[in-house]
């Protein structure tokens, strides 16, 4: 029965017509120049010009909302569970009960020393996003507290992959609190959608003791500030003085007093000095009773004050990194003194790694590309005219990017920018198919001119099976919600867009530069 099937293509003039009007737009020698100049040089200027926002992961959020209370200075942990945790419970009751949309399946409520954390899961995973604005409505509102509730990423829990540490850096503590404050009321007052929260508090109202040497009396007793040090030590958490070993494990050796509970306390405790006998330990500092941070931060051995800043949805770490710096940057300098400084950690650093590792990947991937299709055709020109086609990948898949952006926040990712890549090896498939035709025929005696014309002819349903087969493979990606779809979103769009634009151009730039050396004779 095979015998009585028409393998005849019916649609052969549709390929003779498209053929021939390729042809004609490559006539002529100036309209070849044009083409080429216009589809390699337009396309690296509309990457420039549309490439969309940097960004370091996507979100991939869960049915998860994180949430942190940052009370202040001087609340116990009862006081955060009777006068917090149960003015959260009754708010939350109706959405728990179902009264209220969105449902919740259930939350948690921690409060330790310094804050509160807690958490909290949709009854419907779809409406995850609504619980975030509920989460931030009852846990806003706390006389000198700071709050603030996100949805769950994959890739970075709470805060996800999207949190800037603005560090604020400098020797005087209370010009970084200084400092930090003016930030900190600046975000809040010209970006309240993003989540800020400093660390430490940006209060020094954390009860301290400072010990102030004295140094007559140090000198006096046959000590010094080092040996001081040591005993102000073992006064209090301990001073390490070596290890035992029992023959089967090591053991630390920590010399400590007896514990004390108050300033008074501490300054009795006698000491046995080598040239004043046994004075007390009041008589060698001035203990002295203060107020302090909760906690030192010290970023490569300098004192800092960390923003830790959360972007809103629909804005990428780059736009976010650009905004502090233009806006918030420069109200903390103007704060700090002398040799202070701001730098940015966090996802910020992350990002800047994942670009240098992924423009490296990119060019070693290009610089395999070129000598691999050298090495098969025997041609270095060969292989860059098939490397040309690339600016017109990369712009079609920037303009995907820009009209997916039209309909759903997608930046440019660190899968987004795999996705590139990935279409250096897709889109260079047609141009191997029209190079390697067109010099198979010349090799058997045809003229460049008709080499070109068959193998455009010969290669064009081709070409258009792969294109559309590696479009609507993606097309799901890119088309379908659901969860995790935003995970490859950008890639999807990227191979899609770059596919269908080189695809389409590159019939015109290909056979324009396989025809440059041709005669100029027009064929008999």
């Given at each position: 029965w095979?015998?009585?099937?028409?393998?005849?293509?019916?649609?052969?003039?549709?390929?003779?017509?498209?053929?021939?009007?390729?042809?004609?737009?490559?006539?002529?020698?100036?309209?070849?120049?044009?083409?080429?100049?216009?589809?390699?040089?337009?396309?690296?200027?509309?990457?420039?010009?549309?490439?969309?926002?940097?960004?370091y992961l996507p979100d991939g959020n869960r049915n998860l909302v994180f949430a942190f209370i940052q009370p202040p200075p001087g609340v116990n942990i009862d006081h955060l569970r009777t006068e917090m945790g149960q003015v959260v419970a009754d708010r939350l009751a109706p959405y728990v009960s179902g009264e209220k949309q969105p449902a919740i399946r259930h939350y948690f409520f921690v409060a330790y020393n310094g804050g509160v954390f807690m958490g909290a899961r949709a009854a419907d995973a779809s409406r995850a996003k609504e619980l975030v604005a509920v989460i931030n409505q009852t846990i806003r509102g706390f006389p000198d507290s700071i709050a603030f509730a996100s949805q769950s990423s994959l890739f970075g829990g709470s805060r996800g992959g999207r949190t800037v540490?603005?560090?604020?850096?400098?020797?005087?503590?209370?010009?970084?609190?200084?400092?930090?404050r003016a930030g900190f009321v600046a975000m809040q007052s010209q970006w309240p959608e993003a989540n800020v929260s400093p660390s430490p508090g940006l209060e020094l109202a954390e009860p301290e003791l400072r010990l102030v040497p004295v140094e007559r009396?140090?000198?006096?007793?046959?000590?010094?500030r080092d040996t001081m040090a040591q005993v102000s030590r073992a006064l209090g958490d301990g001073l390490y003085v070596g290890d035992y070993f029992d023959g089967e494990e090591r053991l630390d050796i920590i010399v400590r007093t007896e514990p004390w509970d108050t300033p008074e306390q501490l300054a009795a405790i006698p000491l046995a000095t080598p040239a004043a006998g046994i004075i007390p330990f009041g008589e060698l500092v001035d203990v002295q009773r203060t107020a302090g941070p909760d906690k030192l931060r010290r970023l490569d051995r300098r004192r800092t004050v960390t923003l830790r800043v959360t972007p809103p949805k629909g804005v990428s770490l780059e736009e976010t990194i650009a905004y502090l710096k233009e806006n918030i940057e420069p109200l903390v300098k103007a704060q700090l003194p002398e040799g202070g400084g701001v730098r940015y950690s966090g996802a910020a650093d992350k990002l800047q790694e994942a670009l240098v590792n992924i423009s490296g990947s990119f060019m070693l991937a290009l610089v395999i590309l070129y000598l691999l299709m050298s090495a098969l055709f025997h041609s270095f020109r060969d292989g860059l005219l098939v490397l040309l086609?690339?600016?017109?990948?990369?712009?079609?898949?920037?303009?995907?990017?820009?009209?997916?952006?039209?309909?759903?926040?997608?930046?440019?990712?660190?899968?987004?920018?795999?996705?590139?890549?990935?279409?250096?090896?897709?889109?260079?498939?047609?141009?191997?198919?029209?190079?390697?035709?067109?010099?198979q025929s010349e090799r058997q005696g045809m003229p460049r001119r008709q080499a070109v014309e068959q193998a455009v002819r010969l290669r064009l349903r081709p070409i258009l099976m792969t294109t559309l087969t590696s479009v609507f493979g993606m097309l799901p990606l890119l088309l379908m919600p659901g969860a995790g779809t935003e995970l490859y979103r950008g890639l999807a769009g990227v191979i899609v867009g770059g596919m269908l634009v080189s695809a389409f151009f590159t019939l015109l730039l290909l056979p324009a530069m396989l025809r440059s050396g041709e005669s100029a004779s027009p064929p008999a």
């Open positions: 095979l015998r009585e099937v028409n393998s005849d293509d019916p649609h052969t003039l549709w390929w003779e017509g498209i053929t021939t009007r390729i042809m004609a737009l490559t006539e002529t020698r100036g309209q070849r120049v044009r083409w080429i100049a216009g589809l390699v040089s337009a396309p690296l200027l509309l990457v420039l010009l549309l490439k969309p926002a940097v960004d540490d603005m560090n604020i850096q400098g020797r005087n503590l209370d010009k970084l609190l200084d400092a930090a009396r140090i000198a006096e007793a046959g000590w010094n086609v690339l600016p017109l990948a990369a712009v079609g898949g920037v303009i995907a990017l820009r009209l997916l952006n039209l309909v759903t926040f997608q930046p440019m990712d660190l899968l987004t920018r795999i996705g590139f890549i990935i279409l250096l090896g897709l889109v260079v498939n047609n141009a191997i198919l029209l190079v390697y035709q067109t010099r």
